[in-house]
Structures are given as C-alpha cells and as structure tokens.
C-alpha cells in the first residue's frame, strides 16, 4: 500500500446546461432537466448537442395498460352482477343496485367524448375501440396515428374543464369518478358499510339465539332430572303398594 500512487483525486462531477453549471455527486443527472436523466459518459470542454425525442413506445404501452385495467374492472363486474341461465346460477352481486350503478356509469363515461382533445374526442379515437361487451379492444394503427399528435392526447386524457366537468378528458373524468364513489359519501363506500352492518346484526342475533338456546337447554335438562326424580319416586311407592296388595291378599285367603 504504501508503494501506491494517487494518479487523480475523487471530486463532484461539473457540467454547464444552457449556461447553468450543475454539480452532481455521480455522473447520472436526474435533476437538471425535468424528466430527463443525462448520463456523463467522458470530460469535455466542447459543447455537446442534446437531442430529445418523445418516447413513443411508453406511451402506447400506457394507453395499452390503461385499456387492460380497464378491462378487467369492466369483466369482473360484468362476472359479479350477470346470470347464467345454462347452469342457473347467478353472480355474488347480481341484482346489487350499487353495483349495477357502477357498471353503467363506467361504460357512460367511455363511451362519452370531450371536446378538449382537439382531432381526439372519442376512445375509438385513440384507438380504443369500446365493443358491445362493453371491453376496450385495442386497434394499433389508430393509436399510433393519436401518437403522432401528442399535445392532442395528452389533453384527451388529462384536460380539465372547470365549467363543465364531464366535458373534462376522459383520465380525469374516470379520477373524478373514482374519487367519488370511494370517498367517504361514495357509493362503494355506503355500501360496504351497509353491508358490514348486516354482518354485524346477524352476529349480534346469532350470539342472542345462541344464549336462548343454551338457557332452554339448561331449564329442560332441570326439569328432566325432575321428572327423572319424580318418576323414580312413582317407581318406588308402586312397588310398594304392589307389595301391600299382595300381603293382603295372602291374608284374606
């Protein structure tokens, strides 16, 4: 160790963005410019050029991934709430007001519009395709066409319009919606509780019957061992009488 030489000595890295001079602890900087990361990769005085381009591919995943959560919402309700008239057998929640309430409302606001997108006002738009089973399929060559127009997308989805909310894009429409319905006053909520009530008052019941059930036990089983007492007692006192009888009986002849 002692042979060892310190050929340069540890130091921040130094790097100047449009004339601002960042200091960064390692080479990666994930600060300057936000949503960019720059790597450092060699020391240079010359000016070096950054070109950024959107990046498409995470944005049509995104949308994709949008449309199969969606989806799988949309068919677990669809599941939960149908009947099946082959097997005769019907969904946990069918017939469930809240739950009915929430399908159609979903399928409402997809099937909606908003003027906000500018070219993009529909799901089908975008390349989401609303079918009668009320499913998103995805259709690739209409969304890439609405990726092409970023600022339009970009708005379809999250643009808020503060005089008409339903006319908000179609992201925020479904946030607004979700906030709603499981928010304190919301109609999952209300429901849940409702529900957990009738848990309650069925436990609550059960355990009163319960203690019915033991007490008539307990005052049968008292007046059976009465009765078992008693007859006993019968048992005896005719043996006795029968005796009785017989001894006369003997003596009378």
Do not use: H
């Amino acid at each position: 160790a002692g042979s060892m030489t310190q050929t340069q000595a540890a130091g921040n890295a130094n790097a100047m963005i449009d004339g601002l001079t960042i200091v960064s602890e390692s080479n990666t900087l994930d600060s300057a410019v936000n949503g960019l990361t720059i790597s450092l990769n060699k020391t240079t005085t010359s000016a070096v050029n950054l070109n950024v381009a959107s990046d498409t591919n995470s944005i049509k995943k995104a949308v994709t991934d949008f449309a199969t959560a969606y989806n799988s919402l949309s068919t677990l309700l669809r599941d939960q709430t149908k009947y099946d008239a082959a097997t005769k057998t019907a969904g946990t929640l069918q017939g469930d007001s809240a739950a009915v309430a929430l399908q159609t409302q979903l399928r409402n606001i997809t099937m909606g519009s908003t003027s906000l997108g500018g070219s993009l006002s529909r799901m089908a738009d975008i390349g989401l395709d609303p079918g009668s089973d009320g499913l998103l399929t995805v259709n690739s060559t209409k969304l890439d066409a609405a990726v092409g127009k970023l600022a339009d997308l970009k708005n379809f989805f999250m643009a808020a319009d503060t005089v008409t909310p339903t006319n908000s894009g179609m992201a925020a429409q479904l946030r607004s919606f979700g906030d709603l319905v499981l928010g304190t006053e919301g109609s999952i909520t209300t429901r849940q509780t409702g529900l957990q009530s009738r848990i309650t008052d069925n436990t609550d019941r059960q355990s009163s019957m319960e203690t019915r059930v033991l007490l008539t036990e307990k005052r049968l089983r008292a007046r059976y061992t009465a009765l078992d007492t008693q007859m006993a007692s019968l048992t005896s006192l005719s043996a006795y009488v029968t005796q009785q009888i017989a001894a006369m009986n003997k003596t009378s002849a």
